[in-house]
T-cell receptor, first 114, second 113 residues
């Protein structure tokens, strides 16, 4: 069955440090790939997406992600974290056949130390 | 409207009561999704509507859950005889036909006491 794995439930980084959030998926073909951010009490905000083409995608708020087909991964990165980046981050895939149904990972909660 | 709108934003109900949650998708979006997010967990797919096609109900957890959609507009998610395990945030999303990118509402936080 299709699945998305975010192996890190919690991550703590210092402000100004770099960040990498991991995401791996299991699917027979290349799905569409997304990263969303959810601040406390808020809905989901799209950070970036990958459909095809250049495997390094740029998103909002200085985030980027790299699709690696050989590793079935779509890791999210930011070179310098800001305190306002503290939130929960969800990786999601959308299957490219039939229903455009999102399959979400369980999320990574990011804490930023001042 | 400018975005996906969900109402109410918060709902507290007694165990055993029925509840209705409402979603107004972005105008022109023919696809509509409902997801559930339990505390500390990821999002679970519940149901998907696409135009006049039969909905994909594969994620509904029990027959107490049902959803309707009026044409290509408003959708209601109904939970009958609510249980405490139904407490969660229920998120609605919509997208254009044939487009994978969905836009999410703020959610309805349901608390069953």
């Amino acid at each position: 069955a299709q699945s998305v794995t975010q192996p890190d439930i919690h991550i703590t980084v210092s402000e100004g440090a770099s960040l990498e959030l991991r995401c791996n998926y299991s699917y027979g073909a290349t799905p569409y790939l997304f990263w969303y951010v959810q601040s406390p009490g808020q809905g989901l905000q799209l950070l970036l997406k990958y459909f095809s083409g250049d495997t390094l995608v740029q998103g909002i708020k200085g985030f980027e992600a790299e699709f690696k087909r050989s590793q079935s991964s779509f890791n999210l990165r930011k070179p310098s974290v800001h305190w306002s980046d503290a939130a929960e981050y969800f990786c999601a895939v959308v299957l490219t056949s039939g229903t455009y149904k999102y399959i979400f990972g369980t999320g990574t909660r990011l804490k930023v130390l001042a | 409207g400018a975005g996906v709108s969900q109402s109410p934003s918060n709902k507290v109900t007694e165990k055993g009561k029925d509840v209705e949650l409402r979603c107004d998708p972005i105008s022109g979006h023919t696809a509509l999704y409902w997801y559930r997010q339990r505390l500390g967990q990821g999002l679970e797919f519940l149901i998907y509507f696409q135009g006049n096609s039969a909905p994909d109900k594969s994620g509904l957890p029990s027959d107490r859950f049902s959803a309707e959609r009026t044409g290509e507009s408003v959708s209601t998610l109904t939970i009958q005889r609510t249980q405490q395990e139904d407490s969660a945030v229920y998120l609605c999303a919509s997208s254009l036909a044939g487009r994978a990118e969905a836009f999410f509402g703020q959610g309805t936080r349901l608390t069953v006491v």
